[in-house]
């Protein structure tokens, strides 16, 4: 039991990362498109934007998803995931 303990929190916590790691590159992209100057280059940051922006709600129904179970699991009122990406659960 241990160990699947420790392979949800491990993977509890790549989520979080992935989630980070893609709303930074919605930032990133979205600065990006604001200096753009070549047009080609434009249409292939929006493109890469708005996959971007995808990653992000899988991730984050992901995270909600897992979020219910636990909750659920625990029957406890679910909280926000913004409240478990500052404060993983333990």
């Known amino acids: 039991m241990k160990n699947n303990k420790l ?3 491990h993977l509890a ?3 979080y990362q992935a989630l ?6 919605v930032q990133i992209y979205t600065t990006a498109l604001r200096f753009a100057l070549n047009d080609d280059l434009r249409e ?3 493109k890469y934007l708005e996959q971007t922006k995808a990653h992000v ?3 984050s129904d ?11 699991a625990r ?3 679910p909280c926000s995931p913004v ?8």
């Open 7 to 9: 392979n949800t929190d």
């Open 13 to 15: 916590e790549l989520l």
């Open 20 to 25: 980070e790691t893609e709303k930074g590159g």
């Open 44 to 46: 292939e940051w929006s």
């Open 57 to 59: 709600q899988i991730v």
């Open 62 to 72: 992901i995270l909600t998803g897992r979020q219910r179970s636990m909750c659920r």
């Open 75 to 77: 029957r406890v009122r």
């Open 83 to 90: 409240q478990h990406a500052v404060h993983p659960p333990e």
